[in-house]
């Protein structure tokens, strides 16, 4: 259906009831109580990785002053309400309905990856008038990465990746409906294949928490990066439960909440800190594994409750979770239903590897995702009467945790096992250092929430892998991990063997526009100035000790 040969790829949007006339990708309403523009902006194929088999994006900005509504989607003249399964796993209108300045993403996630063009209609409630739009199988090489917003919401980091072989210039930003005031630019506004940049967009007015908005970048050679993302950025430091013990530096409230099924509980749920995220289905990848069942069968029931959250609570962000079940595709096929999305990758415990295996998941995941924030759940817990399992040692823990960390991961969500049999309650070494990871998560993450990793830095020995993550204009933060170390499976082994390292040196380049006065070591409780030299835009330091990882915050 979707790659018949010769099949152009044409977005339409048919709008019903009022008279309407089209111009490109405008709809121009009359004068009157639903005068104004529907725009659309931009239409693209986006494939993350050679496992995604892609989604179709469609971006929708109401610049009238009525809500649209989006009823259908059909593919080549068949609508998608019954095609779920066959051609596509699922589709999706993010928010539905639009309200007037309000921007949406109309979402297709495809079963297999395009091969030729695929005609495309989205109706509406609006008017019976399509827009045609073209779509072609090539995918998307420019990406925004990750967008975040600083505290008072009036400024947002947009990193953009070019995924080109050319070199790109950046000439345009744009945040639908926002006015902005100035664009600064941490790297420069130009980018060399493979490389990253990040705008600072200041808005002449405050963000909303919970707004969508659309980011445009647009390039000297044509080329755009569009995507909605919702205003929210924030990093959890909290359990997979109740535990909220400050002497493990743990949040007093979790982000997530449940799903409410009443309408009294939306009203309680209104009434939460902003933050608060709703829970949408625990585990829908897993819920797939059910018999009968394949995968992406759950994202129904996923769309059908983020909607009732757009409809009850409309400035609320939604969550899931996504487990092991048909990994890596589960990432691809989940990870852009909801605002936030969070993975387990649980290598040591479940899937008896290295807790190096982390940065491998973590990063699909975040590719899935992106620019949405992504949180990791680390695993703190063993599966009592199960020979084959065992706790990560304290050194597993902290390695697996500054891996997500340094592979994108915006918040941590210790996953403990029937709390206090088989979690982390129960050992107290993993608990303490749990509460120590979590005081230094505590420092970092001002910076941390508004990061994004960049390939900046290096050590003068195979054994140190060196992170950096840039959080815009307030600084970078670098994380040094001894790669000298072997887990084994069984507790009755020695679990963990490494190595130390003695007397690194670290050379880190600075973006165009960050400069850097101080360096911290933040370890614990405890944070420690770091001597360094520069010259120019490269920072030199030494480290006279490696144990596990060190942490450092390079500020202006």
């Known amino acids: 259906m979707l790659n018949r040969p010769g099949c152009r790829v044409i977005l339409f949007l048919v709008l019903l009831s009022v008279p309407a006339s089209t111009e490109g990708g405008t709809i121009i309403y009359p004068s009157g109580a639903s005068g104004g523009l529907i725009v659309w902006s931009e239409a693209y194929y986006r494939k993350a990785s050679d496992i995604d088999p892609g989604t179709i994006h469609f971006f929708l900005e109401n610049r009238s002053n009525a809500s649209v509504e989006v009823i259908d989607v059909l593919l080549d003249g068949e609508s998608l309400r019954n095609a779920q399964g066959e051609a596509i796993y699922w589709y999706h209108i993010t928010p539905n309905p639009v309200p007037p300045t309000t921007a949406a993403d109309i979402m297709v996630k495809l079963v297999s990856p395009l091969s030729n063009p695929v ?24 990406h925004a990465s990750y967008v975040a917003f600083s505290d008072d919401y009036r400024k947002a980091y947009v990193y953009v990746r070019n995924d080109t072989d050319v070199t790109l210039r950046i000439t345009r930003a744009r945040a639908f409906p926002m006015t902005i005031s100035e664009t600064s630019y941490i790297g420069g506004p130009i980018l060399s294949p493979g490389e990253k940049a990040c705008l600072c967009l200041h808005f002449s ?44 530096a743990f949040d007093a409230v979790n982000f997530d909440m449940d799903y409410p099924p009443t309408e009294e509980g939306f009203e309680t749920g209104q009434k939460e800190p902003w933050f608060r995220a709703y829970h949408l289905v625990d585990d829908p990848a897993c819920k797939d594994a059910a018999p009968g069942k394949k995968l992406g069968s759950t994202a129904l029931e996923v769309i059908r409750r983020q909607r009732i959250c757009w409809q009850r609570d409309p400035l609320r962000a939604t969550l899931i979770y996504i487990c092991q079940f048909e990994r890596p595709l589960n990432y691809f096929v989940y990870g852009e239903l909801t605002d936030l999305i969070a993975i387990d990758p649980y290598p040591i415990v479940l899937d008896h590897e290295s807790p190096f295996r982390n940065a491998h998941w973590v990063s699909l995941a975040k590719r899935a995702c992106e620019p949405r924030p992504l949180y990791t759940i680390p695993e703190a817990f063993h599966i009592l009467g199960n020979e084959y399992t065992r706790y990560p040692t304290p050194e597993e823990l902290r390695l697996t945790v500054y891996l997500q960390i340094a592979s994108g991961s915006k918040g941590i969500w210790y996953y403990t096992k029937n709390a206090g049999a088989g979690g982390y309650e129960a050992n107290r070494p993993l608990e303490e250092e749990i509460g120590r990871i979590n005081a230094e998560l505590r420092k970092l993450r001002p910076y941390l929430k508004i990061s994004d990793p960049m390939s900046l830095g290096e050590a003068d020995s195979a054994n140190v892998a ?33 190595q130390p390292q003695k007397n690194i040196n670290l050379r880190l380049r600075l973006p165009a526009s960050l400069d850097v006065t101080s360096i911290i070591e933040v370890d614990g409780d405890e944070e420690r100035p770091v001597a360094f030299t520069k010259q120019h835009d490269i920072v030199v330091l030494s480290l006279p000790h490696l144990s596990i990882t060190k942490q450092l915050l390079l500020v202006p």
């Open 119 to 142: 005609k495309v209609e989205v109706l509406t409630d609006k008017s019976p008038l399509p827009v045609a739009r073209t779509v072609e199988p090539e995918p998307l090489k420019l």
């Open 205 to 248: 007015e405050q963000v909303q928490r919970g707004q969508y908005i659309l980011c445009q970048v647009s390039t000297e050679q044509g080329i755009q990066a569009t995507h909605l993302v919702r205003a929210y950025t924030y990093f959890p430091i909290q359990a997979f439960g109740p535990d909220h013990r400050s002497v493990l």
């Open 466 to 498: 060196v992170h950096t993550l840039l959080a815009g204009d307030k600084g970078m933060v670098v994380i040094v991990i001894n790669k000298q170390c072997v887990s084994h499976p069984y507790e009755k082994q020695q679990p963990f063997i490494f």
